[in-house]
């Protein structure tokens, strides 16, 4: 079976781009404008540490994120593959160069082009 063809910088959905630039967002205040243009109304957020429904709910997360670590930068750190609308890749957090936290996520764009769900994992992918 073969993989997914990767996606392109001119194949990889815009909302990915912009949802990454959101977590980066320093000034609270901008963060809701992300929000609106980026997540369904009732996306769905779920990782180890969160699991949130509703836009609201992500702009708080994401503003609770970037007060409790104001100096972090959120990258991707893999290319990015999708199908059916479902985007996969991975993504670090750095601190001054270095790597805190590493992780995989899953997203789902909808019909409208938005995400509507992202599904998280923290730290690589366990060896069999």
């Known amino acids: 079976m073969a993989n997914a063809p ?10 990915l781009e912009r949802m990454l630039a959101m977590w980066n967002e320093r000034d609270p205040d901008q963060v809701r404008g992300y929000v609106d243009s980026v997540l369904s109304e009732d996306v769905i957020f779920i990782d180890p540490a969160n699991s949130i429904t509703g836009r609201d709910a992500f702009e708080e ?4 994120f970037r007060a409790g670590a ?8 893999s290319g990015v593959d999708g199908h059916h609308g479902l985007y996969r890749y991975h993504w670090g957090i750095h601190q001054g160069g270095t790597l805190l936290v590493e ?19 923290f730290g690589p992918i366990p060896k069999a």
């Open 6 to 15: 990767e996606a392109t910088p001119e194949t990889t959905p815009v909302v």
């Open 61 to 64: 997360m994401v503003k609770e």
């Open 70 to 77: 104001p100096e972090v930068v959120c990258q991707r750190s």
């Open 103 to 121: 992780g995989f996520d899953v997203t789902q764009i909808d019909a409208q082009g938005q995400v509507c769900r992202v599904e998280g994992f």
